[in-house]
């Protein structure tokens, strides 16, 4: 009944107590993250518990926002220590919400402090970690090692050099560390600055981008030189999956309509975006990469933080009525028995929609994890017992943290292992599933399953 | 295992009945029901069970009906007494239902009856009632001490004149009970009598209303004269909530229009009352009052019901297809830390939006209780769990009886309790909370949370 | 613990035990399935256990293809016997979906075969089974008494002779097998063939089709025509459930428009299919038959089974933003009183709309089992956890195996009446409702209720 006890935390069975056993030690395979790959190639001591459990994570600074911290004590101006202080100050009150659990795992599991963060022991808690981060044994490269991380995938723009995963591409004892294309800025046409990137792609090609086959060319020289760099799979995010059919002509005025600095239509977006997708599937399915798809994240919702802090700071919702299975059925369909991909929502109320299409799909279309706001004990496990019924755990892509700091790649897939141990013993206790097969289905959701269809 | 016993009554774990007794004892903060404060400024005997318990109770109709019972013994000209022994004949029918359970509850702690209802006892039931209901420790005042009720919110319109709340203003040893604004008919411009309602509300402010600006200072009186009377919040039904940015004179064009008596277009109708919201806004934020919107109620869907009986007689239903997304942008930027809100939906697809819409906009937008159909232990449980993996407990607005009837608070509030420690006891009992921060947790959300909030 | 345990496969307390001991052997009423009657009527002996659990069954063949089975080893020209071997090469790993459990209670409870289909045993398993089929106690009528069937009603197109169910209609021991009257053919105007049905349909009643009242009377011919055969109720398979009010004007417009092979604007299908719903809602409310309206399916959504195999091959999807509250509107309004009305829905995000509307029309309206993909332990309990706090259980319009496969309506029964036991005996645990009151209800909902609704 402790908190975070080692056998009994959310594992509610003998039967799921025994099958975490036999997965928890299995390598971390992470398909989607949002690790800093520079952080790990300088491979710099970090600094303070500040800069590695919330300098970089707006889930951390949100809560503090709820509980009426001042933003000068989350993003702002003051230093770490009075930050973390900040943070320390109202720790209890994030009871309940994962976050609340992810920082103290990584305490326990990273650090070795089984203290309860509060204010009392806030600046031991600051002293003592501090301590320990001049170690060589917790700067990034010794943590992924610690952590077990077999291959992990950063999410990376299609103009990125990527100097930084080749500087770890032979470097001994390292996970894989591969990166992902994620084209979204070449595809989000309706943004203000959209002109902008595309001059900025056409200097990374180095040719000019006039149409969108040149836009297409570009992009695919890039492809080839995330191909080059070991990349497995792309991933987008999309507010609507548009994957519309829609001809070359078409998108080709759409896309000189903007680039002449006009403003478009919500009809001509969709269409650019739609022909786009299409032409992303034709590039993967020739190199045989996996299509990550997040779909329904309503971006910058709040003005407030958009406008003085920027993107991803806080401010993305979930909207019950994004559509789904219109916008997808022409682009699953051109590119079924060709292109693998992976699905995810971020309301739950999705899920019925993405089963079903994935379980319609076969074997080339799977749900992937839990994602976000879902990325909790409930949530996943409702997930898990939902994909379980409709659709199939063998087919599950697996658990990818989706982290901004390196350090909680391991609570994030403890949490996960947990669950899905619970979600198995539950089965097995009711009688539902022999204990052999779960044990077997844990095993290949957590290892070979990902492995098998990432191609790592 | 005993029916309602005091001790394991929704309480699965230790942990859970540790935590329920640290809460049951906290008097009750009711920020919205309906309350006929006439009763209580009356403080007249009841007459017998069925006024009490399901004379002004369309949740009891509504299951009575499903039953098969007749109108005539439901609403119509039947006596007291006929309809208790027809709602008496079906009571077992009703397992399940939180129905069940809350009238059970009703008779077991206020009038210490541990019978199970049924055709046998009905005729006992209502003799025994009846008498006890002639005791003055029955009478509407002291059951409200009894129930230890500290502030109860009624809902009110605009050109309600509160005499009943001015006389109870003044009585020792009674809760505060608290008008709240509720400017539903100023803004239903669809509704057929709504110009009838604004000659209402002229009369009542002794003003000519003409124009849009004419009828905000209208309401802006009312809402002068509520706060005199010690209002802490507004109520807003709506199927959508419109919120659109809207200049005045659009707004005002509608107005004139209708008024005009011509009919409108949706958008005309969507536009005035996003304008009015703006206004409601602006009002609440100068005094400081919590907005609460209840959001996704399709009313008067049964024609029967509404023909025969008007409104609110049971035949409103949910729409998983509610707009909330959208129409509620504009509002929530342009109030963004003016304003606190509190947000209710009537579908349990709709938390993932409501519950990321709260966790974007900080500490002042926050989610209320399980509304209506939520309004139960399975409809509870999922809605904490829910807010609490995605938002925080710490946050939630408290629990509101949202009652018809007076007889009923400390039942609801006890439901509420009981599944609030239960939550609690199973993160608890799984070592996802150290208990001490669970019980900090559950003491906030039912107490000095909502008073914090509303300023009671 | 065991696998499919008697006492305790999905009975997860003393009480849910209890509860299932006083309804597993109630007779089996199904109001909604997909029986081939003929194969009742020729009473064949079955050749093997491919051919009894997979021939017929899409659910087998997408699971079969989400693991990567070969298309000629699931509807191809393989031998049922590679067939057999490829499902059992691939059978561990569909544990956790329903289909694993019901194959396996199959098994258990018609072969008294208990061993876990695996490669190893899988062709002892099919030798076994092939010769019990050839025993005359598993021929399909031996098997429909076994599992003590007392109503089953097929699904059957208005052109049906129904000669198989005349065939069994006087043949002793024998369950009543109903016809069940399903006009989707004459109501999907949107389909490529819809003339060529409708051709088919005025040679079934011998009478040329040219208006909408044509239609409508040769519709009511084949009515007539089921309602001699036993009929109890129609079927209605629908994305969106159109039922606004349409005049015949318009109706017929569009029909001659179609008929004379013109495209049809989306409005006018919906305007069509609408004044259809009307009509086929008086032909039922004059014969006294129950209206089951399936909500929801997204069919043929993957060409590639849509252009080889045809439809219900496995390309069926579930969407979440399908509308009903809005089109079943005014349908529900003309039939209020007058007709009955089960409800199914394939998104579990629309019980909130279905629950609600099921409340606020009372006896009449009523909602299905748990449908098609929600057809599992998880699907079913989330269901009548959800129906019992909004609606009624006592309403609950009785599970229905909806099955392609005859062996397996003891299985899917079973599972149903499990869970239901678990249901309540959970509620009983927690003290909401008492033991008795509980059987009550499990008793009705499984006989008793379906009985009296459909009036069987």
Same mark, same amino acid.
């Given at each position: 009944?402790?908190?975070?006890?080692?056998?009994?935390?959310?594992?509610?069975?003998?039967?799921?107590?025994?099958?975490?056993?036999?997965?928890?030690?299995?390598?971390?395979?992470?398909?989607?993250?949002?690790?800093?790959?520079?952080?790990?190639?300088?491979?710099?001591?970090?600094?303070?518990?500040?800069?590695?459990?919330?300098?970089?994570?707006?889930?951390?600074?949100?809560?503090?926002?709820?509980?009426?911290?001042?933003?000068?004590?989350?993003?702002?101006?003051?230093?770490?220590?009075?930050?973390?202080?900040?943070?320390?100050?109202?720790?209890?009150?994030?009871?309940?919400?994962?976050?609340?659990?992810?920082?103290?795992?990584?305490?326990?599991?990273?650090?070795?402090?089984?203290?309860?963060?509060?204010?009392?022991?806030?600046?031991?808690?600051?002293?003592?970690?501090?301590?320990?981060?001049?170690?060589?044994?917790?700067?990034?490269?010794?943590?992924?090692?610690?952590?077990?991380?077999?291959?992990?995938?950063?999410?990376?723009?299609?103009?990125?050099?990527?100097?930084?995963?080749?500087?770890?591409?032979?470097?001994?004892?390292?996970?894989?560390?591969?990166?992902?294309?994620?084209?979204?800025?070449?595809?989000?046409?309706?943004?203000?600055?959209?002109?902008?990137?595309?001059?900025?792609?056409?200097?990374?090609?180095?040719?000019?981008?006039?149409?969108?086959?040149?836009?297409?060319?570009?992009?695919?020289?890039?492809?080839?030189?995330?191909?080059?760099?070991?990349?497995?799979?792309?991933?987008?995010?999309?507010?609507?999956?548009?994957?519309?059919?829609? *001809?070359? &002509? !078409?998108?080709?005025?759409?896309?000189?309509?903007?680039?002449?600095?006009?403003? @478009?239509?919500?009809?001509? =977006? %969709?269409?650019?975006?739609?022909?786009?997708?299409?032409?992303?599937?034709?590039?993967?399915?020739?190199?045989?990469?996996?299509?990550?798809?997040?779909?329904?994240?309503?971006?910058?919702?709040?003005?407030?933080?958009?406008?003085?802090?920027?993107?991803?700071?806080?401010?993305?919702?979930?909207?019950?009525?994004?559509?789904?299975?219109?916008?997808?059925?022409?682009?699953?369909?051109?590119?079924?028995?060709?292109?693998?991909?992976?699905?995810?929502?971020?309301?739950?109320?999705?899920?019925?929609?993405?089963?079903?299409?994935?379980?319609?799909?076969?074997?080339?279309?799977?749900?992937?994890?839990?994602?976000?706001?879902?990325?909790?004990?409930?949530?996943?496990?409702?997930?898990?017992?939902?994909?379980? *019924?409709? &659709? !199939?755990?063998?087919?599950?892509?697996?658990?990818?943290?989706?982290?901004?700091? @390196?350090?909680?790649?391991? =609570? %994030?897939?403890?949490?996960?292992?947990?669950?899905?141990?619970?979600?198995?013993?539950?089965?097995?206790?009711?009688?539902?599933?022999?204990?052999?097969?779960?044990?077997?289905?844990?095993?290949?959701?957590?290892?070979?399953?990902?492995?098998?269809?990432?191609?790592?």
């Amino acid at each position: 009944m402790a908190f975070l006890d080692d056998d009994t935390y959310l594992l509610t069975s003998e039967a799921a107590r025994r099958i975490y056993k036999q997965i928890k030690d299995l390598p971390i395979l992470d398909a989607h993250n949002h690790a800093d790959v520079r952080e790990i190639a300088e491979n710099n001591h970090y600094t303070d518990i500040w800069q590695v459990e919330a300098a970089t994570d707006h889930y951390v600074w949100e809560l503090m926002r709820k509980r009426g911290v001042p933003e000068r004590l989350i993003t702002g101006d003051a230093t770490n220590k009075e930050k973390w202080m900040a943070l320390a100050g109202i720790f209890e009150d994030l009871g309940g919400n994962p976050t609340y659990e992810w920082i103290h795992l990584d305490l326990k599991r990273r650090f070795g402090i089984n203290d309860l963060i509060n204010p009392t022991n806030a600046e031991e808690i600051w002293i003592k970690t501090k301590e320990m981060l001049e170690k060589d044994s917790m700067r990034p490269r010794a943590v992924l090692r610690e952590m077990n991380v077999e291959v992990m995938c950063s999410t990376d723009d299609p103009i990125d050099p990527l100097e930084h995963h080749e500087a770890m591409q032979d470097v001994e004892g390292m996970p894989a560390i591969l990166p992902t294309w994620r084209p979204d800025k070449a595809m989000n046409i309706f943004k203000e600055d959209y002109p902008h990137y595309i001059t900025k792609l056409s200097k990374r090609v180095q040719k000019e981008i006039s149409t969108v086959d040149d836009l297409v060319d570009a992009l695919q020289v890039t492809h080839d030189y995330f191909e080059d760099h070991g990349t497995k799979a792309t991933d987008h995010g999309v507010r609507v999956p548009f994957g519309y059919e829609v *001809s070359r &002509d !078409l998108a080709n005025a759409v896309f000189e309509k903007r680039m002449a600095g006009k403003v @478009l239509e919500p009809g001509e =977006s %969709r269409d650019f975006m739609s022909y786009m997708m299409h032409r992303f599937g034709e590039m993967n399915a020739r190199s045989g990469w996996v299509m990550q798809i997040h779909i329904g994240a309503v971006r910058d919702y709040r003005d407030m933080l958009f406008n003085n802090l920027g993107t991803d700071t806080g401010g993305d919702i979930s909207d019950h009525l994004v559509e789904i299975v219109s916008p997808l059925k022409d682009f699953l369909n051109a590119f079924d028995g060709k292109l693998k991909v992976v699905l995810y929502c971020l309301d739950p109320g999705h899920y019925p929609s993405l089963a079903t299409i994935a379980r319609a799909f076969g074997k080339n279309v799977n749900l992937g994890a839990a994602w976000w706001y879902n990325d909790s004990p409930v949530g996943m496990q409702r997930q898990l017992e939902y994909i379980s *019924s409709v &659709d !199939l755990l063998m087919n599950f892509a697996g658990m990818v943290t989706d982290s901004r700091k @390196l350090m909680s790649y391991g =609570s %994030r897939t403890e949490m996960f292992r947990r669950v899905l141990s619970d979600v198995l013993g539950k089965m097995i206790s009711k009688g539902m599933l022999p204990e052999h097969v779960a044990t077997k289905i844990a095993i290949h959701a957590c290892h070979a399953g990902p492995k098998e269809l990432f191609g790592f």
